[in-house]
């Protein structure tokens, strides 16, 4: 069974999602669920708070876990790459999830010039990925499968940039082609990549 605090973290994640950190307000969430408005302010002194924990808590876990195959894969670097970009299709599988966009992608394009709080964290989930991306890009140059003359620096921000673009522009034409377009464009310049 789900915990209050989770629940209420959960709920509010969901309607972010729907309407922006700043459409939101998580008293009225919560009130939606039956919880009291003390409950709230009992696990989260204000709304910046929710943010920052949902940020942390549910938002790193899931985005950090996309990239975390091929950063640790020590094989098949192609493969597993190829596997890791078609997991996100996940995020744009159905018609409601490209209406509402990426929650990551929304939020960086919401609040690092409103808050401290939110620019440090999104940096830090953005950071974190672009390594990881970076991490198996220079392990599969050690290991022979992929050219040694491309800069995997750059080429991890034109992945992470790429994927995170695709989400935006698909949720501007409300298109879920345009995605798979993205994603098959990201296969072939991994072909590219191959040695």
Request: one cysteine or more; hydrophobic letters at 40%.
């Amino acid at each position: 069974m789900t915990d209050t605090r989770t629940e209420i973290l959960q709920k509010n994640f969901e309607a972010i999602h729907r309407n922006g950190f700043q459409g939101v307000r998580a008293d009225k969430v919560v009130a939606e669920m039956g919880i009291t408005k003390g409950a709230l302010y009992h696990y989260f002194p204000n709304k910046f708070d929710l943010g920052y924990a949902i940020l942390d808590e549910l938002i790193a876990p899931q985005y950090l876990k996309i990239w975390k195959s091929f950063e640790a894969t020590d094989k098949n670097f192609g493969a597993v790459l190829f596997e890791t970009l078609d997991n996100y299709r996940s995020f744009a599988k159905t018609d409601e999830q490209i209406k509402l966009g990426c929650p990551l992608t929304n939020l960086t394009q919401e609040m690092p010039p409103l808050d401290e709080g939110f620019r440090k964290r999104l940096y830090r989930i953005t950071n974190q990925m672009h390594q990881q991306i970076e991490t198996g890009l220079k392990k599969a140059q050690l290991s022979g499968e992929f050219r040694l003359d491309f800069n995997p620096t750059q080429v991890a921000f034109f992945y992470l940039s790429t994927i995170e673009g695709g989400f935006s522009v698909s949720k501007a034409m409300q298109s879920r082609a345009i995605f798979e377009m993205v994603v098959a464009q990201l296969k072939q310049f991994t072909e590219g990549l191959k040695a």
